[in-house]
């Protein structure tokens, strides 16, 4: 999601509620002995609230399982996730009195540090990312069918090259096809076959040198020169192709960045909620 | 170049129907999820079935730590925290008192509780003092300090749950709630109730002046019986003959023409606990070198003047036909002459009447005499058997039929500053002369040796302990000598020189004996004995129809 003057009111709201609890943790803070702790009722208020922000950052995913449900839009869910999730940084310190706790309250503090770190993370990322992988892959496809993305390029390729080439296209590197006399559609279907094949597969190598651009175009160009005129427009959508191909990489680097985080974020974010709410049933029993 | 893409159908691209194609990225994360919510959930059953420890807000004091792995073990009123919530109430706790007394068993003596508001506790006047306050304040307030200290609890003041502290380490929060505001609220004011910490602390009550503190009258404290101003500084009233100049003299003629420089520690040795010093008694700091009595009397114990009597006339009876040893003096000094025998009549017992004059002549000498003021230099010691009652003691003549003297009690009490506790095993990094002085203000820097032999007129108004002559000097430090090291900032558990109320003051004043702490081995052995009782009787109980 992108941070934009649409989440204005949400900012401003979660500042003033961060203030205003910062004053009443403050006065709070000076009026009982032995400093704060989560365990009066100032505090125990304090953590219901951080509770509260974080049960509602919480239910973005499962307001994701039920996209028909009319609660709201997917938008302002992600927004209040992202401003009730950091609302509930201070209101968790306030709880604990800045203080670790015991060991539950240790591991509870540690994994509610990375959610909230990932998540920053996450979102610095999505200011940047997106627009980096529109710039830098407009080819891109669907994320989960980038593979088929490659195939269906391929597929496409072989085609075009079959028409042009004919039968030679099928075994231009045979003994007989050798010995024969040059011509510029074994040429041509020797490139692909030799270079051009391997890198359109779906799990072709990121080492391959066609992911070179310079050097891609370079060979590209020498075979270019080296066909007849009539055969340079299948050049050029060779050189297509291999730009389609490298952008397809870059899209799914770029993906990775842009999901990665969340494999902490997320399991972490169970674990916080499972963790917390064995923190509040122990805690409000005794 | 146009980008072919545009004239691809979506078709020719991807597979159209895109939920056979998951992304990996959600299916992991999917996957660590549920491994992650289960993991917590089975890594926390342990916790949940028997050791709770890992569900406290910190470790428990190092005295609770046997407690600590079972919640119930202390905390006997469930859902508490959640009334306290509800009903913005601290003052809830989920331990009760009676909890905290099934080890605890000395009584929780604080400042209102009846059994500590007797003759003893220095509340009692002030409680108990009606008829001193006319318009019925005084019941209320009490009613409703009993009430506020009922509710609060122990928990309300021992807060647990605070790391490796111990429990007694109150905060000054505790203690200021009520002492930072009530001077408002009692009248006649007997002590300071306007200060929070101890950078307000007012001088404390044995320096302070009825004419520089005129809303807390020094002469209603507790402590001024032992002393009365004299304008400008107050006097012991402790009735002995003492002068610390003489005894602290470098070169202190000893018995045997030897000399000895005596320390503090000489006379003043700790007690058992190291915090105070155990009385001063006349056989053990005195007798070493002052033994009582004369030549013509025999060392005699220091004992009550009717006992003395006793031992006289005992000791005139037994040598009442002839001449009488004189008593063999230790150190070889001038031999008295003998005692001139009493002529009685050999056939007949002594009688009362017939041995009076003597008695009375040796009393006399042992209660009535004066010793002579000393003269600036240095004591000769000729001899041990020099000391009457009345070189450390004041005296007087009764008319009782069994005495005939009496020494007037020296009043010399076990514990300056009853309201303060202090250790003195913790301040022994520091010179005595450090604190103790004659007026309370810091020590002066001059050394030992220019107070000797002779003390000099210049010297004679220094605050030095070596300049103090008589007993009449109050020795005690004021609150400017602590403040030296303390009343810079400290919190609980740090490691900074305290300034708490705790680390002076005491708030339950009973002693715990070992008839009102039973001790844990005890309780264990009585759980104990209470399991194989139970174990006994559920056969018998099984057996029964």
Not at chain 1, 7 to 36: C, D, E, K, R
Not at chain 2, 173 to 200: I, M, W, Y
Not at chain 2, 309 to 317: E, Q, S
């Amino acid at each position: 999601m992108i941070l934009d003057r649409s989440h204005y009111y949400w900012a401003l709201a979660t500042l003033s509620m961060a203030l205003a609890s910062t004053a009443l943790f403050w006065i709070y803070a000076q009026s009982v002995p032995n400093g704060p702790r989560g365990g009066t009722w100032q505090g125990m208020l304090f953590g219901v609230a951080g509770t509260a922000c974080m049960t509602y950052a919480g239910l973005l995913a499962g307001r994701k399982t039920v996209p028909k449900w009319r609660v709201g839009t997917a938008q302002t869910w992600l927004r209040g996730h992202i401003w009730m999730g950091l609302l509930s940084v201070p209101l968790i310190l306030f709880h604990c009195g800045f203080r670790w706790g015991g060991s539950l309250e240790q591991v509870l503090l540690v994994t509610f540090a990375i959610v909230v770190f990932s998540g920053i993370y996450g979102l610095a990322l999505q200011q940047v990312l997106p627009r980096l992988m529109s710039t830098n892959a407009p080819a891109q496809a669907i994320a989960p069918q980038v593979h088929i993305a490659c195939e269906k390029l391929r597929q496409s390729i072989e085609v075009r090259l079959q028409k042009v080439c004919g039968a030679v296209f099928l075994d231009p590197l045979s003994p007989v096809a050798v010995h024969n006399e040059y011509s510029p559609e074994r040429e041509l279907a020797a490139f692909y076959w030799e270079q051009l094949a391997g890198f359109l597969e779906s799990d072709a190598s990121r080492q391959h040198d066609l992911s070179n651009p310079t050097l891609a175009s370079a060979r590209l160009s020498r075979l270019k020169e080296s066909v007849p005129e009539a055969l340079r427009p299948v050049v050029e959508e060779l050189q297509l192709a291999c730009d389609e191909r490298r952008q397809l990489f870059s899209q799914m680097t770029i993906h990775h960045w842009l999901h990665g985080w969340l494999c902490v974020h997320v399991p972490l974010s169970i674990t916080l909620l499972v963790l917390g709410m064995l923190h509040v049933i122990m805690s409000v029993y005794y | 170049m146009a980008d072919p893409r545009r004239l691809k159908s979506i078709a020719s691209r991807y597979d159209l129907e895109v939920t056979r194609h998951r992304d990996p990225w959600l299916t992991l994360r999917s996957r660590l999820s549920y491994i992650f919510a289960l993991g917590s959930i089975v890594a926390c059953l342990p916790w949940l079935l028997g050791d709770h420890r890992a569900f406290q807000s910190r470790c428990v004091s190092d005295a609770h730590r046997v407690f600590e792995q079972n919640c119930q073990n202390c905390h006997d009123r469930s859902l508490v925290p959640l009334r306290r919530m509800m009903t913005f109430d601290n003052t809830i706790h989920s331990t009760s008192d009676k909890k905290c007394r099934v080890c605890h068993r000395e009584s929780n003596e604080d400042h209102l509780s009846p059994s500590i508001t007797g003759e003893t506790h220095p509340l009692s006047k002030w409680l108990d003092g009606a008829d001193e306050i006319s318009d019925g304040r005084y019941e209320a307030l009490k009613q409703r300090l009993q009430a506020h200290f009922s509710e609060l609890g122990c928990a309300g003041c021992h807060q647990e749950h605070r790391g490796h502290l111990q429990l007694a380490d109150v905060a000054d929060a505790h203690c200021s709630k009520c002492h930072s505001t009530a001077h408002d609220q009692v009248s006649p004011r007997r002590f300071e109730l306007n200060f929070s910490e101890f950078g307000h602390h007012p001088e404390f009550a044995l320096w302070r002046n009825r004419d520089q503190t005129p809303t807390v009258p020094a002469v209603e404290h507790p402590n001024p019986p032992l002393v009365k101003w004299d304008g400008v500084n107050p006097v012991d009233q402790a009735a002995i003959k003492f002068s610390h100049h003489r005894h602290l003299d470098p070169q202190l003629p000893i018995p045997g023409g030897k000399t000895v420089a005596l320390g503090c520690v000489d006379c003043h040795q700790s007690d058992p606990s190291g915090a105070y010093f155990r009385p001063l008694t006349f056989e053990q700091d005195c007798q070493r070198c002052h033994k009582l009595g004369f030549p013509s009397t025999g060392e005699l114990p220091h004992s009550k003047p009717e006992i003395i009597r006793g031992i006289l006339l005992d000791r005139l009876a037994k040598h009442r036909d002839g001449k009488r040893p004189a008593a063999a003096d230790e150190l070889g000094g001038p031999t008295k002459a003998p005692i001139p025998a009493i002529k009685i009549n050999s056939d007949a017992q002594p009688s009362l009447a017939t041995l009076k004059p003597e008695l009375e002549k040796l009393e006399q000498q042992l209660f009535a005499v004066l010793h002579p003021k000393t003269s600036n230099e240095r004591p000769r010691v000729t001899g041990l058997l020099e000391a009457a009652c009345t070189k450390c003691h004041f005296t007087e003549r009764t008319d009782g039929a069994g005495e005939a003297w009496k020494v007037i009690p020296p009043r010399m009490p076990a514990q300056w500053m009853s309201h303060s506790r202090f250790r003195h095993d913790r301040h022994s990094s520091v010179d005595c002369q450090a604190c103790h002085t004659r007026n309370g203000h810091r020590m002066d820097t001059v050394p030992r040796e220019q107070f000797y032999p002779v003390l000099k007129d210049g010297w004679k108004e220094s605050v030095s302990i070596y300049a103090s002559e008589s007993a009449q000097d109050v020795l005690m430090p004021r609150i400017e000598i602590c403040r030296q090291c303390h009343g810079h900032g400290s919190t609980p558990g740090s490691r900074s020189v305290g300034d708490r109320c705790v680390d002076c003051h005491a708030y339950h004043h009973t002693p715990m004996t070992s008839e009102s702490r039973p001790g844990i081995a005890e309780l264990l052995k009585a759980g104990r004995q209470g399991r194989r009782d139970a174990k006994r009787a559920e056969p018998a109980t099984g057996a029964a129809p």
